[in-house]
């Protein structure tokens, strides 16, 4: 029968003696070593596993490196993938070139979260840029990714790029400059994990939109939203940012190593229709290098929902406040304290 499988649950061991392994798997563990991720209490996503990389705890949240048979290196923070070699490139490009895309001219970018770099390095990417201010909490998340991830360490290494580490509410309290992109580039919003707050409407409203130029732009990723997780905080997301801008585009797509389809919030007081065609001309003049991913005939299509999703959308009525949030299943590091 062979060894019996070794499960790693949100990154940690079930048993204790198994703790001393997670550093390094073994040759003769390589073929029975999973990790197993909890998307909901009657559902696991599996991964087939090479070793765990690395473990930390911070003040913040738990941080896994995994090294994994399908999507190579992943990073997993409280229990929730983060991005995976093979495919993170779908999600960040998703996230950060249709504002630029669809911004005139846009100069400067503000950041929230990103501690691993690749929204940076895709913002980067624009030659009209001429400033990126990242700015996340978790300062062992930022070392992590800078030691770890060498696919970002140009961007980490970017003059352009200015690294802050703060909560983003209040770097934006204390900041006088606005911007012309603002991204929520944050965790999911977990139970007693640390950036819920920044899903809120009066985030959105009292802080983040007076930080943006006339004609900024405001995106976030904005959870799962396949069609039966959309309602967990995709619907409540897009309906709270409705509330504060009279602009506001929701699109998705599938990201594998995620294991759904995943949501986008884009908003702004100035319109963000931009035709397909012009989308593309617009990549060919701005940006140095090939994306992989996005063209303008996908991002029309992004923007168009299955009969489900979009019904919930325009019937969507919570708003998202400090005192009625919703959250993805699964809980921050306080919930151990």
């Not at 990073?75 to 996230?95: N, P």
């Not at 983003?168 to 580039?185: Q, S, T, W, Y």
Request: proline share 3%; glycine share 6%.
């Amino acid at each position: 029968m062979g060894e019996a499988p070794v499960f790693y649950i949100n990154g940690f061991s079930k048993f204790e003696h198994e703790i001393q392994q997670q550093n390094h798997v073994n040759d003769q563990n390589h073929d029975s070593s999973w990790y197993e991720e909890i998307i909901d209490e009657d559902l696991k996503w599996s991964f087939k596993l090479n070793s765990v990389l690395h473990k930390a705890i911070s003040k913040y949240q738990d941080i896994t490196l995994l090294d994994t048979k399908r999507f190579g290196k992943a990073l997993v923070l409280d229990g929730k993938m983060q991005s995976a070699e093979t495919d993170e490139f779908i999600y960040h490009e998703c996230l950060i070139h249709p504002s630029l895309l669809c911004h005139p001219n846009p100069k400067t970018v503000f950041i929230m979260g990103g501690g691993e770099g690749s929204a940076a390095r895709e913002a980067l990417k624009h030659k009209s840029i001429d400033r990126v201010v990242m700015c996340d909490i978790d300062k062992d998340v930022v070392d992590f990714c800078k030691k770890y991830l060498i696919a970002n360490r140009e961007a980490f290494s970017n003059k352009k790029l200015y690294l802050v580490i703060n909560d983003a509410k209040a770097e934006l309290v204390k900041r006088k400059e606005r911007f012309d992109i603002i991204v929520g580039d944050l965790a999911d919003p977990l139970e007693d994990g640390p950036c819920y707050q920044l899903y809120t409407k009066s985030f959105y409203e009292n802080i983040l939109k007076p930080k943006l130029n006339d004609n900024g732009i405001f995106v976030t990723q904005a959870g799962p939203a396949g069609i039966f997780t959309h309602k967990e905080v995709f619907t409540s997301i897009y309906n709270t940012i409705k509330q504060v801008f009279k602009y506001v585009i929701a699109y998705t797509t599938h990201v594998p190593s995620f294991a759904d389809t995943w949501g986008w919030v884009m908003a702004s007081d100035q319109p963000l229709s931009i035709c397909a065609e012009e989308m593309d001309r617009r990549i060919a003049e701005r940006i140095d290098g090939e994306l992989l991913y996005l063209n303008g005939a996908w991002f029309h299509s992004s923007t168009t929902m299955n009969k489900t999703v979009y019904q919930s959308l325009q019937n969507e009525s919570h708003v998202y406040t400090e005192e009625n949030a919703r959250f993805i299943p699964g809980h921050g590091v306080a919930f151990r304290l």
